[in-house]
């Protein structure tokens, strides 16, 4: 198993080349940002789905959704590079709102982050799915096995440290990123010449319309809080900030700028393309893959640009494999998450968070059968209400800052547009699944909260006053009780380790027939006349009872003296004669445990055979 491990995730690192493990922002874009690069592959597709609703006449309107959505982008950046410069230890909105909004606040912001990075590997990884059964369709019955094959091997790649998977990320990423350029170049190179041939406002349903009529406004808003998806990932960059190479604020804020621009960019020229060559959603055909194929027609450049598209909707979880375990771990060590979140694997990085994330995925992945479009109404309350929390935190902050107005200003109008898109998401996508993450917030932030009492209670019993201390030095010695079935060189073994800690020891014995009792006896009085034999008959031939009730009686008696259960064992050889043995010890030892006054120790005897 060990060498197993070695294989698969490498040697062990030491702790002093954790500060070699530091990104620069080549590598870090990446890594932080695929997921929001990524989500310019479904954005556009998850607003016409919703405008399909009123008809393919209103599809013009993705245009000025698309707008809006990049202007509420250009808001929440430069909010969060502030952001980052104020809390260069990362933890993005769950810190900033920890540090001036209380606990609460920070614990909701919390689980909103932990629930879309889930979302994000599941969705992530769906949706690269479906770009490859859009090119393959016989590989349709497959999709959830892909798709869980494929978190797994990110699971495995992560657990090999973030240097080394930044860098087998990268290149698919820049490749996506080129070719979703190209495209746009090229497409949008076929519509100056050809002309727009796809809807247009003159032709179909005014602007006016949405206004008369009630539904068509909830529709509107609904598309653009579907949209509103192509910024799911926006956040990664302020939660990793401890990643970045010196200067690591600085770093980050330059990547986020990047990002931002990439994502703005290539999201409007896709919903571009989409309006003019007049793309309408398919079943089993992704909007985008219909655009490379009217782009790149059937040429191997369009098997190609799905194959690139299908590895980055894929890497694009690998955003949450960076922030997942870099937040748990963060709120691991304020005690509202267990403790081994917040330890690094051999590999310096947090392990027991990227198989959590990886588990939690996978569930998400089965239950929903890898449909992306199930998944997506789950997708944008988590993100949109950490952003709001995050840019509430920092105008806390800067309210006292009279010298930074603007700043404050500009913090403000973003945290008004993200909570006005929370309260549109909530709405628009309530019936549709987002009903259950707003019910699982709160169920998240009790259970911080149950796990923090846990903690705290840990502590309070575990506190050592200097009267505790003045009784404990005080050595009482143990009364040693040695469950037997005979005498054996086992048993001689363990009454040697009971005389070097007691002069109080009982051998105990459960027997079946009152006749075997005197054979015991005899033979026990002949090695240890001086040490006591307790034997109990079991007239219903039962081990664990009578032997628990004689302890619950000694306990008593004793008066919380302490009370040491020696248990002779035999280890075998070879694991197949385990089988060959009752397991009485196993099942003794798991009903003691939960007794307060029971020290409970194995003492092996190795066979030779």
């Known amino acids: 198993m060990a060498s197993l491990k070695r294989l698969l995730i490498g040697s062990p690192m030491e702790t ?179 002309g727009w041939n796809g809807f247009n406002h003159k032709e179909h349903a005014s602007f006016e319309h949405f206004f008369t009529s009630g539904y068509s406004m909830f529709i509107l808003f609904r598309a653009f809080a579907s949209g509103c998806s192509a910024m799911t990932g926006v956040e990664a960059i302020s939660n990793g900030v401890p990643s970045f190479k010196p200067d690591c604020s600085k770093n980050a804020a330059l990547t986020m700028g990047w990002m931002s621009v990439l994502l703005g960019t290539m999201f409007l020229g896709i919903t571009i393309l989409a309006t003019g060559f007049g793309v309408t959603p398919v079943e089993h055909k992704t909007v985008i893959s219909q655009i490379g194929h009217h782009v790149f027609g059937n040429s191997l450049l369009f098997y190609l640009f799905q194959l690139i598209t299908m590895l980055i909707l894929v890497l694009a979880a690998n955003t949450s494999f960076a922030g997942f375990p870099q937040l748990a771990s963060i709120i691991a060590n304020d005690r509202f998450l267990p403790r081994s979140l917040a330890a690094r694997g051999d590999r310096l990085v947090f392990s027991n968070g990227i198989i959590l994330l990886s588990v939690l995925a996978i569930l998400l992945i089965i239950l929903f059968q890898g449909e992306t479009h199930s998944l997506i109404p789950l997708y944008a309350v988590g993100v949109f209400l950490s952003f709001t929390i995050g840019q509430g935190g920092m105008v806390k902050k800067l309210w006292k800052d009279k010298k930074r107005a603007t700043t404050l200003a500009m913090t403000m109008a973003g945290m008004i547009a993200t909570g006005l898109v929370t309260i549109i998401t909530i709405v628009a996508k309530f019936t549709q699944g987002a009903w259950l993450v707003i019910l699982s917030i709160p169920l998240l932030v009790m259970m911080f909260y149950r796990i923090r009492s846990h903690y705290d209670n840990l502590g309070e019993q575990l506190k050592l006053d200097e009267q505790e201390w003045e009784s404990r030095e005080k050595v009482m010695k143990p009364k040693v009780v040695i469950p037997i079935s005979g005498v054996s060189k086992l048993v001689a073994q363990s009454i040697q380790y009971a005389r070097s800690i007691s002069g109080d020891i009982t051998a105990i014995s459960i027997v079946f027939h009152e006749e075997e009792e005197q054979k015991l006896r005899a033979k026990w009085e002949r090695f240890y006349p001086n040490i006591e034999l307790k034997v109990i008959y079991s007239p219903y031939r039962t081990i664990l009872s009578p032997m628990l009730d004689y302890i619950s009686q000694l306990e008593k008696e004793t008066m919380g003296a302490p009370i040491t259960i020696l248990m002779p064992q035999f280890i075998v050889k070879k694991w197949w004669h385990t089988l060959l043995h009752n397991q009485t010890a196993i099942f003794l030892r798991f009903f003691l445990i939960l007794k307060k006054d029971i020290v409970i120790a194995t003492l092996p005897y190795h066979l030779k055979e």
């Open 16 to 194: 002093k080349r954790l500060k070699h493990e530091k990104l620069p922002k080549w590598k870090a874009l990446a890594v932080f940002s695929s997921d929001a690069l990524s989500s310019v592959a479904y954005a556009t597709e998850e607003i016409l789905l919703v405008l399909m609703l009123l008809g393919t006449s209103v599809f013009f309107y993705s245009l000025p959704i698309a707008l809006a959505i990049i202007v509420l982008l250009l808001v929440v950046t430069l909010s969060y590079r502030q952001i980052i410069y104020a809390f260069p230890s990362g933890g993005g909105a769950y810190v900033v709102a920890r540090d001036h909004l209380g606990t609460t606040t920070s614990l909701v912001a919390g689980a909103a982050l932990m629930i879309d990075y889930v979302l994000t590997v599941a969705v992530s990884i769906s949706s690269g799915v479906a770009a490859l059964t859009s090119a393959f369709p016989a590989l349709l019955s497959w999709k959830v096995e892909i798709a869980v094959l494929l978190v797994l091997l990110l699971m495995i790649l992560n657990l090999r440290g973030i240097t080394e998977s930044a860098t087998v990320f990268a290149y698919p990423t820049y490749l996506f990123i080129i070719s979703v350029l190209v495209l746009i170049a090229v497409g949008g190179w076929q519509l100056w010449h050809e």
